[in-house]
């Protein structure tokens, strides 16, 4: 990553990078990112000095076909953390317990605390659990972390890179919640905290704030389309008939209009 990848990046996309001293040199610390992009797996831990340990979702260990084993590859070459986002209780606890130990280890561990990527470049609301917890369970500061752009490298389902942005990456200051410490089975600890993170994440990004998670969003944004769809194909097959409709009564107009001129016909001829 950081000896082949890192170089690349430079070269082709030139990324920035502020507040990199707010990034420990040695010692434990969590990185809470806002996800705009798949490429900031990529220009994240490859542009830090140090190693970061993401969590990064089950679906990239697990999917088949050569692409699939070529993605769970390079997570597990670089020491990704696989969850489960199903919502299966267990599955989340043993990702905690793996993050738990990247922290022990006195490593930088990294989070995306809204879940998945946003769908429009909005940043949104940050889930309770991972963050919060090992955050109050192992006393590490939290250094909010704004991806800038790289939604314009590789919006989401585009494969390919566009090579003429300049994506970066903004650092702000570590958080301490020691303060909390011990309290990190009280839910409403855990959203104040993430609500924090989040705000921090809001003012370094400059991005507009949704009340709301991205998952919700998704699914919103693809009723939304499912519907305009729908509409649009409504309105096609309306116009479609009404062309029919209208082709219809061209034809039976010139009918009309040829029996008449036959008729007009045949009573010259008698007379």
Known sequence: ???IVAPLLRIFFRPWMEGEENIPDEGPAILASNHLSFSDSFFLPALMKRRVTFIAKAEYFNTP????KLTAAFFKGVGQLPVDRS????????????????I????????YPEGTRSPDGKLYRGKVGGLARVALQTGAPVIPVAMIDTEKVQPPGQVMPNFGVRPGIRIGRPLDFSRYQGMENDRFILRSVTDEVMYEIMRLSGQEYVDIYATA????????KKRTDAERKAEKQAEQKALKAEKAAQQEAEKAAAERAAAEQADQKDQ
Not at 87 to 102: N, T
Not at 104 to 111: A, C, K, P
Not at 218 to 224: E, F, G, L, V, Y
């Open 104 to 111: 022990d280890r006195g490593e930088l561990f990294g989070v």
């Open 87 to 102: 919502g299966a209780r267990g599955a989340g606890e043993a990702a905690i317990r793996s993050a738990v130990a990247v």
């Open 65 to 68: 076909g050569l692409k699939g």
């Open 1 to 3: 990553m950081k000896m």
């Open 217 to 224: 969003a998704k699914r919103q944004i693809a009723d939304d």
